[in-house]
């Protein structure tokens, strides 16, 4: 039996309805290369399921027309109690999914929404771990926007630096498995931040360079189960070995965006 215990988790999802890549703001989108709508959506789909098997309640936010990357749910806002810092993105291609990742909160009620002032791409950049958040910077996100962060959600935010364009979101390069427990891909950050990284999590998993190319790094965990590409067969032995429940899942096609797991999933905290 598992020494770990998952808790039902809150998400907000976006059907890949309009996905393709037609245009290019990370190393990983090639405009020339044909993407498959229909395959991100059954790939996109199996995802869905599976969030909700696990016992996870998902909402859905409607996919625009002309926004191909609105699939990538984690991009378009951060959430800690009750509070929804917008994102405002860094690149024309994406912006008017801020307004619409915001409108989807404003409507729905409830939640206290602020327009963020500084560029950030939500969860993207912005991961909440236990009491604190660890918030990336170098490609995206601002450093200005983690102080406008930690000011309105009221948590401590641990500032990290990405020098690998493949890894250009924090949530590419990391992920939080538990309150106090991550994994990540050392080479993507600068030395003081890995040094930064050292410090506060001394047993994290350190993934290899070939889990991080399969984007096994960006992974949802509810605490117990940890769902990550399937390619990533390094860090699923290595969270086994730690008790978790790794869940290999083929999100291929949505990787030609540069986008897996984590990525799709906005997790919601009231
Ligand atoms: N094509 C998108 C971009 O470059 C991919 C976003 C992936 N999302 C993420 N949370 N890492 O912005």
């Known amino acids: 039996m598992s020494p770990r215990t998952a808790r039902p988790r809150h998400y907000l999802m976006c059907r890949p309805a309009h996905f393709t890549v037609d245009y290019?703001?990370?190393?990983?989108?090639?405009?020339?290369?044909?993407?498959?709508?229909?395959?991100?959506?059954?790939?996109?789909?199996?995802?869905?399921?599976?969030?909700?098997?696990?016992?996870?309640?998902?909402?859905?936010?409607e996919p625009l027309a002309g926004l191909p990357d609105m699939v990538f749910a984690a991009n378009g806002a951060t959430t800690v109690d009750g509070k929804v810092l917008g994102a405002r993105f860094r690149y024309p291609e994406r912006t008017a999914e801020g307004p619409a990742y915001a409108d989807w909160f404003r409507e729905r009620g409830g939640w206290q929404v602020r327009d963020a002032e500084h560029v950030n791409e939500g969860e993207g950049d912005l991961l909440v771990a236990g009491g604190r958040i660890l918030?990336?910077?170098?490609?995206?996100t601002e450093p200005a926007a983690h102080a406008e962060a930690a000011a309105f959600l009221g948590r401590e935010v641990v500032t990290l630096r990405l020098v690998d364009p493949r890894y250009y979101h924090l949530d590419t390069a990391l992920a939080v498995l538990d309150d106090d427990e991550i994994m990540y891909y050392p080479p993507a950050f600068d030395a003081a931040s890995r040094a930064v990284?050292?410090?506060?999590?001394?047993?994290?998993?350190?993934?290899?360079?070939?889990?991080?190319?399969?984007?096994?790094?960006?992974?949802?965990?509810?605490?117990?189960?940890?769902?990550?590409?399937?390619?990533?067969?390094?860090?699923?032995?290595q969270l086994r070995a730690r008790g978790f429940t790794p869940i290999g899942i083929d999100l291929t096609e949505l990787l030609r965006a540069g986008g897996a797991v984590k990525c799709c999933t906005l997790e919601l905290r009231h």
């Open 24 to 61: 290019s703001i990370n190393p990983w989108m090639d405009p020339a290369k044909p993407t498959d709508t229909g395959a991100a959506l059954a790939q996109w789909d199996e995802l869905y399921a599976l969030f909700q098997r696990l016992g996870h309640t998902v909402e859905l936010i």
């Open 135 to 140: 918030a990336g910077t170098g490609f995206r």
């Open 197 to 237: 990284l050292e410090r506060l999590y001394p047993d994290a998993i350190l993934a290899g360079a070939e889990d991080a190319r399969v984007f096994g790094l960006n992974a949802v965990s509810d605490g117990a189960n940890v769902i990550l590409p399937e390619a990533a067969t390094g860090l699923a032995g």
